[in-house]
């Protein structure tokens, strides 16, 4: 055709070519661009839900609190970052260690310190005189009664026994029950006699656990593992009252668990059940509450909690390593008591030491559940090791024989009637206490709540409740300072009972001493105690991170020989 030439085939095909990679180029970013308006709406859909929840969990008001709080925290951790004040911090961090490795660790003349082998086996008379060293060493005097807990010392007698039984079983190991069928036997009775003290169900079972810790650690292993199991909760949520053992945080660091504390009442000390209520979501696993708590002896309401736990179908854990066996016998010893065991109907699991007031050698606990299908969700089992079928019940593999044997010693030779005994001294002494300090010391003093078992919490309005603990301390007792609010307590044991009007005259004592140094009685000046200045500074700092350096240096000290 004139005035036209022919377009070569190849720049044809090129041009077809062209536009459709354009097409398909365009069909890519239109799909990478949907992929990214997905992922970002599936992010803005994930943390809104997450303020929802928070929201509707805390209140407008709660909300706000927490993230001043946050702000607070943020902004004076920031502070105590700059240059200056960093290194003036620092050093007086420093400086404290440098006092509490001082104070910990024995230096100087007449100090042996073993870094090495010896070259050549000390003879066993040798060994014998080197123990015979460590165990008088200056410590605090819990043999007259002055320790608050601490050592639950079942007398003598029992502690004979128990070397007893533990030198039988000393090589033993229950993850051999075919070497040392024994102390399969002896495990088992310890879960079954105490499932039995907490009235558990025919199908419940248990295990036995190094502590405390340990026991709450499984418990809420166990309901993370249900959780998702049944119904496949990936991020996991705990509820638990804010008095509430340290061991519930230690399980959601561990176990990518969110920890929410409830705070507790003000004046009963109880956990807030319209609070618990809010808070419970599709990704809770577990509802806590404590029989009694750590800080203060308070019995939260179980059977209020309980009522949530079966509306919500969350299971619920009492932790009553504390109780252990003196609140299942308060009734028999003719003490006031509250539901608690496995006898209301929503609980589902239990922990309680059995090396508390329980008597037995220290590394014993038990935690309970109410189906032996809970428990299992706590076992570990690899069928793929090289080295053969591997499978625990806790979280330990090889454990001590000689402490299952310890253990089950204690608890033959006590007996019902002997631990019904030992609740009715113990509680007695703490009933004392309670009595005495409400009294003879008010209106200096006062009692936090109203405690059923044996520790007695008590605080001040009017004077500076570390600087008592202080001046007790000079005087020889050794008391849990509190903070939260701020207070002391005394857990009661077996040596308590024969000081307890020691205690409240000393107590006395210390209250005066306190308030004639706050009236400025000549001579009354005294220098800031340990007690007084740690917890004065824990209490007036919105950041903590000075005080968990301090804490990660002092477990840093025990480890220096």
């Keep these: 055709m004139t005035g036209s030439s022919r377009?070569?085939?190849?720049?044809?095909?090129?041009a077809s070519s062209k536009k459709a990679a354009v097409k398909n180029s365009s069909f890519l970013l239109l799909n990478l661009d949907l992929f990214r308006n997905i992922v970002f709406a599936f992010f803005i859909l994930r943390h809104f839900r997450r303020a929802v929840r928070k929201l509707r969990g805390r209140g407008v008001f709660g909300t706000l609190v927490d993230f001043y709080s946050?702000?607070?925290?943020?902004?004076?951790?920031?502070?105590?970052?700059?240059?200056?004040?960093?290194?003036?911090?620092?050093?007086?961090?420093?400086?404290?260690?440098?006092?509490?490795?001082?104070?910990?660790?024995?230096?100087?003349?007449?100090?042996?310190?073993?870094?090495?082998?010896?070259?050549?086996?000390m003879t066993e008379l040798q060994v014998k005189e080197e123990l015979k060293k460590l165990s008088e060493m200056e410590h605090a005097s819990w043999e007259e009664g002055k320790?608050?807990?601490?050592?639950?010392?079942?007398?003598?007698?029992?502690?004979?026994?128990?070397?007893?039984?533990?030198?039988?079983?000393?090589?033993s190991n229950p993850m051999h029950p075919d070497v040392f069928p024994g102390v399969r036997k002896m495990e088992a009775e310890i879960v079954a006699m105490v499932l039995a003290m907490f009235n558990a169900p025919s199908g419940a079972g248990g295990i036995t656990t190094?502590?405390?810790?340990?026991?709450?650690?499984?418990?809420?292993?166990?309901a993370r593992t249900k959780a998702y199991v049944e119904r496949g909760v990936s991020e996991p949520e705990i509820i638990v009252p804010s008095t509430a053992h340290a061991a519930f945080d230690k399980a959601g660091h561990y176990f990518g668990l969110t920890v929410h504390h409830v705070a507790v009442d003000p004046v009963t000390f109880k956990v807030d059940l319209k609070a618990v209520s809010r808070l419970v979501n599709y990704n809770t696993v577990l509802i806590a509450g404590s029989a009694p708590n750590f800080p203060h002896g308070i019995l939260d309401d179980i059977v209020g909690l309980s009522k949530?736990?079966?509306r919500r179908r969350i299971p619920l854990h009492v932790d009553a390593c504390l109780g252990s066996f003196l609140i299942p016998f308060l009734e028999k010893a003719g003490y006031p008591t509250e539901p608690f065991d496995f006898r209301v109907k929503g609980v589902t699991s239990v922990s309680c030491d059995t090396h508390k007031y329980g008597f037995a050698p220290k590394g014993s606990s038990v935690v309970l559940f109410r189906t032996k299908k809970l428990r299992s969700y706590g076992y570990f089992v690899s069928a793929t090791w090289p080295g053969g079928i591997y499978a625990s019940p806790s979280l330990a593999g090889s454990r001590a024989g000689s402490l299952i044997a310890g253990a089950w010693a204690s608890l033959m030779s006590q007996g019902e009637n002997g631990y019904t005994n030992s609740c009715r001294d113990i509680v007695g002494a703490a009933k004392e206490i309670e009595s005495g300090i409400r009294e003879r010391?008010?209106?200096?003093?006062?009692?936090?709540?109203?405690?059923?078992?044996?520790?007695?919490?008590?605080?001040?309005?009017?004077?500076?409740?570390?600087e008592v603990a202080d001046e007790l301390s000079s005087l020889g007792w050794h008391l849990n300072a509190l903070q939260d609010p701020p207070a002391l307590h005394i857990a009661c044991t077996r040596p308590t009972v024969s000081v307890v009007e020691t205690f409240l005259k000393d107590l006395e004592k210390a209250v005066q001493s306190v308030k004639l140094r706050g009236e400025g009685e000549p001579g009354s000046k005294a220098a800031v105690g340990e007690i007084t200045a740690l917890y004065g500074v824990a209490g007036s700092l919105p950041n903590k991170s000075v005080i968990n350096t301090m804490a990660t240096g002092f477990i840093d000290t025990l480890y220096k020989a």
């Design 308 to 310: 949530i736990a079966l």
């Design 7 to 14: 377009v070569p085939v190849s720049l044809r095909n090129f």
């Design 441 to 466: 010391l008010h209106p200096d003093l006062f009692i936090l709540g109203e405690p059923m078992v044996s520790v007695v919490a008590f605080s001040s309005k009017t004077l500076n409740i570390y």
């Design 210 to 222: 190094s502590g405390g810790t340990e026991s709450i650690l499984m418990a809420c292993l166990s």
């Design 70 to 121: 946050a702000v607070q925290r943020y902004s004076y951790g920031i502070f105590l970052n700059f240059p200056g004040i960093r290194s003036k911090v620092q050093s007086q961090v420093d400086e404290a260690l440098k006092k509490m490795e001082d104070k910990l660790v024995p230096k100087g003349p007449g100090v042996t310190r073993f870094l090495a082998l010896p070259k050549e086996g």
């Design 147 to 171: 320790v608050s807990g601490a050592v639950y010392h079942g007398g003598d007698d029992l502690l004979n026994l128990q070397n007893e039984a533990s030198r039988i079983f000393s090589i």
